[in-house]
């Protein structure tokens, strides 16, 4: 499948008009902090929604305050930002009250950005609420009624979204490998990624967070296409700054999603930190390869034979929790390990689109079993009786049996690293997912029930319909008798 940047919607508007609580709505979770205080979302929130045979990101945007409180003076800039990376843009505007300035300055805004706008009047269950009319003034043509916390109009807003959006598609297979540079800013990201390219392709500068948007190259090597993705880094949340360097953020996590593997690169004088965990930890949920890649090697002064290896535990113990993980000290300035590189990408990549045959599979399933039973509680011993691989990049596995929620972390871990060492998983994660027989047959039954009881109430209301006509014509009759 073609892997094409999913749509950016962004939610604008002022604040205290309810956008967190639609922004909750659409993407079905309390991500955003809802509370009746004007501005409490004070960052963007990122959230991915599927609606039918589409599939986007929306962002939530601080509210629209007081341009000359300090803490609030940069948001014009955030909300320019946002009509600048959206691909739509919902402007939303409390339903219960009159225009405001802010409510033009948002709607001019976003007119300007000739994005696709819809205005989203909010608050429109309460009593006494403004109409369309009111709103026609601020020159946006789609407008649409909404109560987030009601869930009035979202499959409106919904359906109008996606109108403006591509939606998902089976394509060709496209064999490109896609590599993000993923890291905190000043990491060595632009200097790796040309040295990489090969030619002076991002703006590199000492000052950290200049690169703002995804820089790509396509390159060759060895007769296969990677297309490296450079992205800007990403601070720890204190440390952001409002407007530009939030979308900067959003588009690294679009980097993510995008991406077959992640280089996740660390300045070898700045190891370890908790935002690079955090990083690691977000690839490997999005199910991406992973090269943990050390910077700036010939900058270490006085390094001998044992400082290498006094390094590779301390950065082991850090990210124990991805342990699958390569690990590869470079220098963008010498070019130390830049092809090896290469070959990890290549490398990584076939070992996650590698076949696996069932018959060994369920071999090593059984021999596993029997060298260590897993362990239940009496008489409800978990049973696991076969496994299937449904899906590669990752790789997916799927376990049948029975009492599988008995099953302890410790065991699922056992058979992790055993399909590893099996199959020589290095550097992607695999998912194991556990269905329980007896709760897929429950389920089905539950579904039989379901439409049978469906088909019941469908005959019940033909006949009812039927008995109305024949009292109906009845009826005719004796007026006509008459």
Not at 368 to 374: E, L, N
Request: proline share 4%; net charge positive; glycine share 6%.
């Amino acid at each position: 499948m073609s892997k094409k940047k999913l749509p950016t919607v962004a939610i604008i508007g002022q604040a205290n008009v309810g956008k967190s609580s639609l922004f909750n709505r659409l993407v079905r979770a309390k991500q955003a902090i809802v509370a009746r205080e004007a501005g409490t979302t004070r960052d963007s929130v990122l959230g991915k929604v599927s609606y039918r045979d589409h599939q986007f990101w929306l962002v939530d945007t601080a509210g629209l305050k007081d341009p000359n409180d300090e803490f609030e003076a940069s948001i014009q800039e955030q909300i320019a930002e946002a009509s600048e990376a959206a691909d739509v843009i919902i402007v939303v505007v409390d339903s219960t009250m009159f225009i405001a300035d802010y409510d033009r300055l948002v709607a001019k805004k976003a007119l300007k950005s000739r994005k696709p706008v819809i205005l989203a009047m909010n608050k429109s269950d309460i009593k006494g609420h403004n109409g369309k009319e009111v709103f026609q003034r601020l020159g946006i043509k789609t407008m649409i009624p909404t109560s987030a916390e009601h869930n009035i109009g979202t499959t409106e807003l919904l359906d109008a979204i996606t109108a403006n959006i591509p939606p998902m598609r089976s394509q060709e297979d496209d064999d490109a490998i896609r590599v993000a540079l993923i890291g905190r800013p000043n990491a060595g990201k632009s200097n790796l990624f040309n040295r990489l390219a090969g030619k002076q392709q991002a703006i590199v500068a000492n000052v950290a967070g200049t690169t703002r948007d995804i820089n790509r190259v396509p390159i060759r090597y060895m007769g296969r296409t990677i297309e490296l993705l450079d992205t800007a880094g990403v601070r720890r949340q204190g440390k952001q700054e409002r407007g530009i360097e939030k979308f900067s953020v959003l588009r690294t996590l679009q980097a993510i999603e995008e991406a077959d593997i992640c280089l996740l690169l660390m300045d070898v004088h700045e190891l370890n930190t908790q935002l690079d965990q955090r990083l690691a930890g977000i690839i490997d949920e999005a199910g991406k390869g992973l090269v943990i890649v050390v910077t700036k090697w010939d900058s270490v002064q006085d390094k001998d034979a044992y400082t290498h290896d006094s390094l590779i535990p301390k950065i082991a113990n850090a990210f124990n929790f991805v342990p699958w993980a390569p690990l590869i000290f470079t220098s963008s300035v010498t070019g130390q390990n830049v092809t090896k590189l290469f070959d990890l990408i290549l490398d990584i990549q076939d070992k996650r689109q590698q076949p696996t045959r069932t018959r060994a599979l369920n071999a090593m399933l059984q021999k596993a079993i029997q060298k260590h039973p897993p362990a239940g509680l009496k008489n409800t011993h978990p049973k696991l009786r076969y496994i299937v691989q449904t899906d590669t990049t990752p790789p997916w596995f799927v376990i049948y049996g029975s009492n599988l929620k008995f099953v302890h972390w410790s065991y699922k871990r056992y058979l992790e690293r055993l399909l590893r060492e099996t199959y020589s998983y290095e550097g992607t994660p695999i998912k194991l997912s556990f269905r329980d027989e007896k709760q897929i047959k429950a389920n089905k039954a539950r579904l039989a029930e379901g439409k049978e009881a469906v088909t019941k109430a469908y005959k019940q209301q033909k006949e009812q319909e039927r008995f109305e006509q024949e009292q109906a014509a009845r009826l005719e009759r004796q007026r006509k008798k008459l």
